[in-house]
Each structure stands twice: as structure tokens, then as C-alpha cells.
């Protein structure tokens, strides 16, 4: 069970602040959709959560530990492209992961320690339902089997934070449905906590268990550049296979109406 | 009627329009020839088909009356030799070198500007230093070649190293991967067909710096032959030498282009 608590979080390039004092725990077992304006911040905020990018001020903990400073194998991640090697079949994709992990030196598993590395991939080729697949390159895959893959690659490492940066934006509705089935039931599984960057609200609410949303607080041309955004609200979702929702919210729950009208 | 644009030749066409070009080479050379010949049937600048088979024959059939070689073979695998030494150390070079300063901070700022420079000294001017510090003999006829195209692999396999998307750089490190075991699962394999590319592309020039290191020093090898025979105005023996090189050089680049689609075949999947 991971906790993730953000110690009032500054995200600055040069003189442009792009975020600012964010400031949030998470409950354990959460899955956090990260809402806001194109620019907001919300892809870097992920950035930081991932390693790829260190906060200018203020601290990420996991667990009470901060968080290295690069990405590491206990935060798995899917990007809305090239989450995927393309030069690797689907098995080979999640197969990686392990062999990685055992091989220092060559990065290759032989003989029976490979035929485990392939059960369980295989395994976890099935749970996003691409065991037909797994001979293929991502290249011959559709949008939608490629972000399964790579939720599939992401989660052979069993990792404590999941983070997905508009992973189904690519993606028709009809597919996008059918992998959000798939991304839940496996987060129930797994009992990660999973944050999800997207832009769109039904989405957000649809998958998560609570939602914040990034915006800048100032908006004149003159004040664009000292002010970053920070949370304007932040929304737990009550859903009855989701009866836990205790006192996340910074913002006071009638804001959500006034979130749906925004879109 | 249709725009030009939009038409398009069928197969029979196609396979003519390829062919005229050729032939129209052929048929000027054969107009030239004939009116020279007619003036001065001694006429060394355009010979003649006859002579021109003649001269194949002595060169590729019939061994030397001097040295009993069969000139043609000897050059051929004399210069074969050495491009293929030449490329070989230049791709592993090339490679090494290129991915390092394409993948890593550390060697993109030692390397980058330095290769940069190194690039755009002309190959040939560096020739006499070459001949004086690896004597005449084959050393410095690998090195030429090696010293002109290294520069360009490593420049281009850089590029082409940056061009992968950083989320897989930092996928693979999501999934526990060293900088090591990146290079070595991610990089090198992605890699391998645009180095092969990139080889492909430099053989022009690596047939250039040969030819060239033969011209002035080497007992023999092709570009050794034609300048020999420059002196004697043998174009008999040098236009089917020349159209020998170019099939060299084009049958090499076919080879390459197969083994490439053969042995990276992910690269061509899904494209239909």
C-alpha cells in the first residue's frame, strides 16, 4: 500500500514558474486523475512524479522516503506514444522487464530462467488480452492493443506507483472503453496507486477516485509569467465500488458541478 | 485528359522508360565512336566494340604475359580488400562512437564539436600525411578510407541515436534498465539497420578515397589499373574498368540493402 505525499511542490524554468505550491497526500490504493488546461503543468507535475524532471522547491515522497531523483523500476509508466520498443515483439516488450532486472550484464535470461521470464509474461499478456499477439511488432498492433502492451510491459515489474500521461488520447472511444475496463480491473488486482494525466473530465471521473485539477489562479498577460498554476480543486469520486472517499477533498465537493459545466 | 501528374506508367512501360537512359548512353557512345573511327581508324579515345572485347578478354581470360596473373581478378580482389577492411574498422568506429555521442550528455559534449571539425577536413589533403607516417603500402590506403567516411557515420548514427524518442529512454528505465543494459537491449539493436544505412550511403565515397590512394601509390588494384593505363590512352582497358567498379559498387549496395531488410525485419512490418 503506497502513500504519496507532495511537500509544497515548485516547478520553475528560468524565470517562468510553471507550478506552484502544490501540496497533497494521497490515500493508499488511489487513482488520481490529474485534470487541467492544455500548458498547465499537469505533464510535468508527472514528469516529477516519474523522476524525469526534480521540483525546483519542495519535496515527493513515496512512502516517507523522497522520491530518486531518476526514473526507477518501483514507478511504472505509459506514455500517449512510444511507451513501446518497436524493434521487440509484444512478448519480448514485457519479457524485458524481467530479464533487465536478472541480467545485469547482458540483459538477456537463457535456458529455464528464461522460460519463467516468458510464463509470466505470457501471463501478462493475457490479463490485457493480447496472448494472440504476442509474436507480433508493435508496429502491426492497433493504438489501443499498443497502450495494453504497454500497460502490460509497465506492470510486469509490479510497480508501487503507476503513471499514465494521456495514455488513451490517441485512442477511438469504443477502444478507449475497453482498455479503461482492463486499466481497472488490473489497478483492483494490484492495489497500485496509478495517476493519470488526460483532458478528459468523463474520463477523469469515470477511472479515478479523485481528481485535481491544475490551473493558473492569475491570468493576465503581465502576471503569466511569476505566477505558476497550483490546485484549484481537488475532488474525491463517490461511487459505490468505490465507498471510501474519507476527507481528501481541499475543496469543498459542491465544486464538482462547476467542474462538469467547465468542460 | 488527366493532369501529368497523375499518370502513372504500367509495368511494360515502366521497365522501357527504365531502360532508355541506358540505351541512350549506349547508342551516343556507339555514334561518337563510329564517326572518330571513321576519321582515323587508329583513333585510342573511343574504341570501338571489337577492340573494346578484345581488351576484356586479354585482362579477365588470359593470364599476364609478365607476372601470369589474370590482371583483372588481381586488381579486383586488391581493392576489395581494402574497402572492405576500410568499412569494416570505420562501421565498428562509427558505431561505437556515434551511439555513445548520440546517447550520452557526458560524450555529446566531448565529441560533438570535436567530430564536427574533424568532418570537414577534406580526406585527400590529409593523403601525404597518411603516405609519410604509414608508409606506401596498404596501411595507408585503409586509412584514407577509413578517415574519410567516420566522420560522416558517426554524425549521421548520432542523429539518428538522438532521434529516439526520449520516453523510451526513459521507459527502459522505468523497467530497472543500466545505462549499459540501455545501450546494449535498446540502442544498439534500433541501431544496427540505420548503421547499415549509413554505410550504404558512404561506399561512394569510400570507392573515391581508394581509387584515389590507388591512383598515386599501389602496385595493384583497380584505380591502380585505369591510371596505369591512363598513360598509354588505353580506354579500351579503362571504360569496361570503369563500368566493372560501378557494378562492384552497386552489387554491394544491393547486398547490404537485402541483409538489411532480411536480418531487421521489425523496421518493415505494419507498413503496407
Known amino acids: ?263 | 485528359m488527366r493532369r501529368f501528374i497523375n499518370r502513372h506508367p504500367d509495368t511494360l512501360s515502366r521497365l522501357l522508360l527504365a531502360a532508355l537512359p541506358f540505351l541512350l548512353v549506349f547508342i551516343a557512345y556507339a555514334i561518337a565512336s563510329e564517326a572518330r573511327l571513321a576519321v582515323n581508324p587508329d583513333d585510342k579515345i573511343l574504341p570501338g566494340w571489337s577492340t573494346i572485347e578484345a581488351a576484356i578478354q586479354r585482362m579477365a581470360f588470359l593470364p599476364d604475359l609478365r607476372t601470369g596473373d589474370y590482371l583483372l581478378l588481381t586488381d579486383t580482389m586488391a581493392s576489395l580488400g581494402r574497402l572492405a577492411i576500410g568499412v569494416a574498422i570505420a562501421t565498428v568506429i562509427g558505431g561505437i562512437v556515434g551511439i555513445l555521442q548520440g546517447l550520452i550528455p557526458f560524450f555529446r559534449a566531448m565529441l560533438a564539436n570535436f567530430t564536427s571539425v574533424v568532418a570537414m577536413i577534406p580526406p585527400l589533403a590529409v593523403l601525404p600525411i597518411l603516405f609519410i607516417a604509414f608508409g606506401l603500402g596498404e596501411a595507408s590506403k585503409i586509412v584514407l578510407i577509413v578517415v574519410g567516411i567516420v566522420p560522416y557515420i558517426i554524425r549521421d548514427l548520432a542523429l539518428r541515436t538522438e532521434e529516439i524518442p526520449h520516453e523510451e529512454i526513459i521507459k527502459a528505465q522505468t523497467l530497472g534498465a543500466s545505462t549499459w543494459q540501455i545501450i546494449l537491449r535498446i540502442v544498439v539493436p534500433q541501431m544496427m539497420p540505420r548503421l547499415i544505412d549509413s554505410v550504404r550511403l558512404s561506399l561512394g565515397a569510400a570507392w573515391l578515397y581508394l581509387i584515389a590512394a590507388e591512383a598515386i601509390a599501389a602496385e595493384s588494384g583497380l584505380g591502380y589499373r585505369i591510371f596505369l593505363m591512363r598513360r598509354y590512352l588505353a580506354m579500351d582497358v579503362i571504360l569496361p574498368y570503369v563500368v566493372w567498379i560501378t557494378f562492384l559498387a552497386f552489387s554491394l549496395d544491393f547486398i547490404l540493402r537485402v541483409v538489411q531488410r532480411i536480418a531487421f525485419r521489425w523496421m518493415y512490418r505494419g507498413q503496407s
Not at chain 1, 55 to 65: A, F
Not at chain 1, 112 to 126: G, N, P, T, V
Request: proline share 7%; glycine share 8%.
Open chain 1, 1 to 263: 500500500m503506497t502513500i504519496v505525499t507532495v511537500e509544497n511542490v515548485w516547478k520553475s524554468y528560468g524565470n517562468q514558474i510553471v507550478l506552484e505550491k502544490i501540496s497533497f497526500e494521497t490515500a493508499p490504493k488511489s487513482f488520481i486523475s490529474l485534470v487541467g488546461p492544455s500548458g498547465c503543468g499537469k505533464s510535468t507535475f508527472l514528469k516529477m512524479l516519474l523522476g524525469d524532471e526534480a521540483p525546483t522547491k519542495g519535496r515527493i515522497l513515496i512512502d516517507g522516503t523522497p522520491l530518486v531523483a531518476e526514473p526507477s523500476p518501483d514507478r511504472g509508466v505509459v506514455f500517449q506514444k512510444y511507451s513501446v520498443f518497436p524493434h521487440l515483439t509484444a512478448l519480448q516488450n514485457v519479457m524485458l522487464g524481467l530479464e533487465l532486472g536478472a541480467a545485469p550484464c547482458l540483459g538477456r535470461l537463457f535456458g529455464r530462467k528464461r522460460r519463467e521470464a516468458r510464463d509470466i509474461s505470457r501471463h501478462m499478456l493475457q490479463c490485457v488480452g493480447l496472448e494472440a499477439a504476442e509474436g507480433k511488432y508493435p508496429a502491426e498492433l492497433s493504438g489501443g492493443m499498443q497502450q495494453r502492451l504497454a500497460i502490460a510491459q509497465a506492470l510486469v515489474k509490479k510497480p508501487k506507483l503507476l503513471l499514465l500521461d494521456e495514455p488513451f488520447g490517441a485512442l477511438d472511444p469504443g477502444i478507449r472503453a475497453g482498455v479503461h475496463e482492463i486499466l481497472l480491473s488490473l489497478w483492483h488486482e494490484t492495489g497500485m496507486t496509478v495517476f493519470m494525466v488526460t483532458h478528459d473530465l468523463s474520463e477523469a471521473f469515470k477511472l479515478g477516485t479523485r481528481v485535481i485539477a491544475f490551473d493558473r489562479r492569475r491570468t493576465r498577460p503581465e502576471e503569466m509569467e511569476a505566477f505558476g498554476a497550483t490546485i484549484t480543486f481537488d475532488l474525491p469520486v463517490v461511487r459505490p465500488s468505490n465507498p471510501q472517499p474519507k476527507a481528501e477533498a481541499g475543496q469543498s465537493p459542491a465544486a464538482a458541478p462547476k467542474m462538469a459545466a467547465a468542460r
